[in-house]
């Protein structure tokens, strides 16, 4: 079954690949493709869980801890969209990666905290430099996305899916 659908999912994605073959590598297109859906699916889940499940209302979680709508939504579509984003990072973008999966979950999770820590700093940074400030918010916050983008596919290649024989000779 999983045989089945990853070879469904590269197939659709190398033919779109074809006629960017040329500009952009067959792993880096498949990355692209995959995180971008992924990046739509927790936007998605996002915003329907802050407008139908938590009704825009603060979450009781117990006693007298309640979390923001916002919050809430964010976790909820991470909790869908983090699985789905290493299952698809795992079998579609780096399949040749032959490091045990829990290895390579536990790399994919500190590196998403990495990465949302990172994001963070990111958006504090173009917040709080005087001479970034002037840039848009939206502007900025695609500055940040690309960047996050740029390294976190780098950290997944070179760490989190690397191959044993890379680890190596690596001496890691």
Same mark, same amino acid.
């Given at each position: 079954?999983?045989?089945?659908?990853?070879?469904?999912? &590269?197939?659709?994605?190398?033919?779109?690949?074809?006629?960017?073959? !040329?500009?952009?590598?067959?792993?880096?297109?498949?990355?692209?493709?995959?995180? %971008?859906? @992924?990046?739509?699916?927790?936007?998605?889940?996002?915003?329907?869980?802050? @407008?139908?499940?938590?009704?825009?209302?603060?979450?009781?979680?117990?006693?007298?801890?309640?979390?923001?709508?916002?919050?809430?939504?964010?976790?909820?579509?991470?909790?869908i969209s983090f699985p789905i984003g290493f299952i698809l990072?795992?079998?579609?973008?780096?399949?040749?990666?032959?490091?045990? %999966? !829990?290895?390579?979950?536990?790399?994919? %999770?500190?590196?998403? &905290?990495?990465?949302?820590?990172?994001?963070?700093?990111?958006?504090?940074?173009?917040?709080?430099?005087?001479?970034?400030?002037?840039?848009?918010?939206?502007?900025?916050?695609?500055?940040?996305?690309?960047? &996050?983008?740029?390294?976190?596919?780098?950290?997944?290649?070179?760490?989190?899916?690397?191959?044993?024989?890379?680890?190596?000779t690596s001496g890691i």
């Open positions: 079954m999983l045989s089945l659908a990853r070879h469904i999912i &590269v197939g659709i994605i190398d033919f779109f690949h074809r006629p960017f073959s !040329r500009w952009i590598p067959t792993q880096t297109f498949r990355y692209l493709a995959c995180g %971008g859906s @992924n990046a739509v699916l927790n936007t998605v889940l996002y915003s329907i869980s802050l @407008n139908f499940i938590f009704h825009k209302q603060a979450f009781h979680v117990y006693g007298n801890i309640n979390i923001t709508d916002r919050v809430a939504a964010y976790i909820f579509a991470f909790c990072s795992r079998h579609i973008v780096f399949p040749e990666s032959n490091l045990h %999966g !829990r290895i390579q979950f536990f790399r994919y %999770g500190v590196t998403t &905290v990495l990465f949302i820590l990172v994001t963070y700093l990111l958006i504090k940074f173009f917040d709080v430099n005087h001479y970034l400030h002037m840039i848009p918010p939206t502007i900025s916050y695609i500055f940040i996305i690309i960047i &996050v983008s740029v390294l976190s596919y780098i950290l997944q290649r070179t760490y989190t899916f690397k191959t044993k024989a890379d680890e190596e």
